[in-house]
Nanobody, 123 residues
Framework: QVQLVESGGGLVQAGGSLRLSCAASGRTSSIYNVAWFRQAPGKEREFVARIWWIGPSTSYSDSVKGRFAISKDKAKNTVYLEMNSLRPEDTAVYFC????????????????WGQGTQVTVSS
């Protein structure tokens, strides 16, 4: 099994930046890709970005494309989400998740989840 732990959330003003980290441990050899999701109160969990564990490929939701950047440090088994030009609508709990195969970007496609980290953007 893979264990994931997120960190780096907090309170930031609109237009500011934050960097989230997702540290993976356990059976990391089974990871195919790692994604970030977010869930705002009363809303469904939505895909934000993902990165392939092997190779440079990434993908983003339209709502964050050009503002957020996902990256990884394989030596540290850590995935990052650099968030710039933050908006109040980015406020949510952010989760990282790992998939053992490419089944798409729906939450059900991911096998392992972190506990989440709160990001609050004030206007």
């Amino acid at each position: 099994q893979v264990q994931l732990v997120e960190s780096g959330g907090g309170l930031v003003q609109a237009g500011g930046s934050l960097r989230l980290s997702c540290a993976a441990s356990g059976r990391t050899s089974s990871i195919y890709n790692v994604a970030w999701f977010r869930q705002a109160p009363g809303k469904e969990r939505e895909f934000v970005a993902r990165i392939w564990w092997i190779g440079p490929s990434t993908s983003y939701s339209d709502s964050v494309k050009g503002r957020f950047a996902i990256s990884k440090d394989k030596a540290k088994n850590t995935v990052y989400l650099e968030m710039n030009s933050l908006r109040p609508e980015d406020t949510a709990v952010y989760f990282c998740a790992a998939a053992s195969s490419d089944w798409g970007v729906a939450p059900r496609s991911y096998d392992a989840w972190g506990q989440g980290t709160q990001v609050t953007v004030s206007s």
